[in-house]
DNA sequence: CGCCAGATTGAGGACGCTCAATTCTGGTGG
DNA sequence: CCACCAGAATTGAGCGTCCTCAATCTGGCG
């Protein structure tokens, strides 16, 4: 364990899941630095055009990427919860194209490019891990936008609810009880929604007994009927490794 | 010029726009070998499940990655033109989670993976280079998914139009009069609508003399205003060289 | 206790969908 | 060279999901 903690212990985990890494490899990994900082929510971690020299490791909270139109819609890309590596991408596209912010208290740490690039260099095997972490975060995305384009408001929101179920099970945390660190209006721009049809679509699934949310925290009640709702097949997460 | 003709120097080309490469990198490029195919319409590609170990370079036609719900409704989640490696980011996760379909007649070159991730082993440039264009590609997922989510109908169809006409221009060609190679059906899976409600919006661009479809070719009769329609601002291409 | 962001609810409207029929087009074989 | 055909484009009518605007309610915090 090193000054950077559980996070990125987390996110050493996750790497694996998706790589074969050798015990050098993670040494490297656990010998990066990296810098805490906090946001108290809607803050932004990372601001649109500038030019970074460090990923974010969420280490406590939650952020998110968002997109926005010439009229200010919103478009959240991507959400990221503990052990997430929020902008790995960071590293080889410094410019930022889309902002990053809290959705919540949020803690951070930046770890520089600088270091990652580096252990790139030093281990193919490690630069590859990275290339395949991004395509993995890219593969999200797509799924996103299937999501997005051909699926109904129920199965849109019940889509985000069981890739958060998978993603916190990854972590080792209960999948039927996790911390739900965004508003209505938030879920509103994850699925291309307005915050009113949420909150109905809200009710809708709580009525069937599938979803509910108490303050910050999601409970799934029935966990196999939500992905049925959703039409959820996990495989598009990575989270199971798969090798060539 | 190598057996893989005019396709790979495009890619190069391209590649040479994100990144900087070196006269031996372009060497080794230069170097790939590949296996020509060549498809009518609406073929796999590469199917869904399958574990390939080459990627596709697009030399002629189109093609294009899909998405499908359960129900079968698809979502187009990229378009491929001559010149794009359509899955370079199967050189990392090689089994398919969407499959790719030609558009029209398409020729397609497959070059081995082993070949690219050796590339990428000898030279840190190269590889950082493929992961770069990786990422630019997940960062046009990105701006489709802000695009279905947050943009009307006309914007949608207008977006697409004009990132095309971009990528068209970045291979030296003619951005106001160019192919498209997508039925009225493929525009609606790329944009989230109908088919119908393509045809009438389709329509109303055309009385607005923004754009004019003729036959497989894709006349912009405004780009300036075709683009202010669409809220589009080109730098999500990443079509010019930004360097860390 | 007052304040404020977030959640909730209502009513009405619009954008895009469904279903179905018709026309157009390009490629095919006779 | 023409007739034919299938796929694509086009149009109409009616409907539904989701949006807009606006008001009210709730819970946490200073």
Redesign the interface.
Known sequence: MNTLGPALEKWIHRLRRRSVLSAEDVQVLRGLSGRVEKFSANQDVVSLGE?VAHSCLVADGAVA?F?????G???L??VYIPGDMADL?SA????V??PIQSLTHATVIRVP?EEL?EA??RS?DL??A???D??????I??????N????NAQARLAHLFCELSYRYAALGENPLRFPLDMTQNHLADA??MTAVHVNRTLRALREMELVDIRGRTLRITDLDRLGAVA?FDP??L?LTQ?Q?
Chains 1, 2 share one sequence.
Do not use: K
């Open positions: 030019c990427r997109g926005q139109t010439g009229e819609l919103r478009q890309m991507a991408h080889v596209l410094p410019r194209s889309a490019h690039i790139g260099e193919p630069a590859r990275f290339w395949r991004c395509v993995a975060d890219a593969q995305a797509s799924e996103w936008l299937l997005n384009g051909r699926r699925t291309g039409d495989r598009y990575h798969e060539r």
